[in-house]
C-alpha cells in the first residue's frame, strides 16, 4: 500500500507525464507566495526580515505565524489578512495542470474525488499497518517526530507512504543518520536520506550552502536525529517508557560496519524525492 | 556594565553554528566553543564564562560528567544543560546534580534569548 500526493496520483494513472507535473509545479512556484513574500509585498515587511524570519522558522519548533508576530513586529490581525491574501491566489496542482494544456477540469474533478477516496482508506491501511507492528507506540512516534521535523526544516510537505518489516539496507548512494536509543527499550532510528535531500536538508539547519560531503552536513544530519532521537524518549515517557539516546553517528562510519538485521520501515515522499526511517529493536 | 559571556559545550559542530547565530546580534557574546567535555573544562577554568551552555548526549566525556567537574571547580557557576532529551528523568538528574536550568530542543532564537536574559537577571540578582 502506498499513499501519494494528487500530481503522483495522477502520473501513476497515466493520466499526466513527468513533464507535465513538473511543468505543474514551476506554475505552482510562480504563483504561490509564502507567508512572509506575501508580507513583503504588503510592505509590512523588508527582504531582510522576511529572510530572517525564515532561517528562524526553520530552526525552531514554533509556527512561522508566532515567528512573524516576535521577529516582523506583525499583530494578529495582520497575520490573519496575509493569510487570506495567501489563500486567494493559491494555486492548487489540478489547476495548475488545466492551466498547462495538459488535463481538462472534467478530468480533475472526476480524479480527484477517486485520489480522496483512495487517500481515505489508505490512511485506515497505514493505521492497521501500524497495530500489527509488535511496538506500534514506538514505531508512530519516530514516524510523526521523523515526519515533522524534516517538514519543519526543509519546508516541503512531507508524507508518510508506507510502514512495513524490511531488510534494514542503507541505498546506494543515501546518506544514513542513526541513533541508539536505550533504557527498559532498545532500538536504533535511522534517518535514509538521498543525497540531494540530505544537502538541502543541511543548507536549511545551517543557513547556508554546504557540500553533503562535508564535515558540517554530516553534523547537521546527526543533529536532526539527534533531535528525533531525543523528542522521541520525551514524548513517550508518559506512556511509561523510560528511554535515553547516545550520541548520534552517520554513515560512512559506524552504520556501514554494523550487520544488516531487519527492520520497521516507514517511507515517505518529500516532494518528488523518498526518504526512509528504519527502526531497528533489540530485543 | 559589561556584557554576559557564554561559552558553549555541544559535540555537534551544527549546533554551535546555530548558538553563534542566534546570539550573534544580542547582548551575549560567546567567548568559547567546545566539542569535548574534558577540553570543555580545561576551558572554563581559564576563561570563567558567565553562563555555560552544555549538551548532555556527549561522545566520550558525558554532559553529566562534565557538569560534574565544572561544578567541583566553582560550585556557583551556571550551567545550563541542552538537550533534545527533556523527559522528568533527565531533567531531574540534571538540576539534582546542580545545573542551573535545563533546555529542550529545538527552540526558537527568540525563546532561547528571553531564556537566557531570564537567567542573567537572576545571577545578577
Known sequence: MSSMFFGQFLLEKGVINRDALLDAIERQRRANHSLTEVAVTEGLIDRGKADQINSLFRLSNQSIEVICAAEGGLSLNQIEQLRKKQRLGWLRIGTALVAGGHVTERQVEGLLEIYRAREAAERRTLEEDFDHLDDPIVARACTELTLSHLQRVTEIPIKLRSIERADGRLRDGWRRFAQDILGDHAFCIAIDLPMDLFSLVASKMLGVEVSPTSDAALDAGCELVNLIGGNTCTRLEPSGFRLRPEPPFSSGGLVSARPIRPSVRATAQAAEQELELNLFMKK | ?125
Open chain 2, 1 to 125: 556594565m559589561t556584557n554576559p559571556t557564554v561559552m558553549t559545550i555541544d559535540d555537534s559542530a551544527a549546533i554551535l553554528t546555530i548558538i553563534a547565530a542566534y546570539l550573534e546580534d544580542s547582548e551575549f557574546n560567546v567567548v568559547a566553543s567546545e566539542r569535548d567535555g574534558r577540553r570543555a573544562v580545561q576551558r572554563f577554568q581559564e576563561i570563567r564564562p558567565d553562563i555555560v551552555l552544555l549538551d548532555l548526549i556527549m561522545p566520550g566525556q558525558s554532559g553529566m560528567e562534565t557538569l560534574s567537574q565544572i561544578l567541583a571547580l566553582d560550585p556557583d557557576s551556571c550551567v545550563v544543560m541542552v538537550s533534545s532529551l527533556g523527559t522528568e528523568e533527565a531533567v531531574h538528574e540534571c538540576l539534582s546534580t546542580g545545573a542551573t536550568s535545563f533546555l529542550q530542543k529545538p527552540f526558537s532564537r527568540d525563546a532561547f534569548i528571553a531564556f537566557l536574559r531570564g537567567l542573567d537577571r537572576g545571577i545578577k540578582a
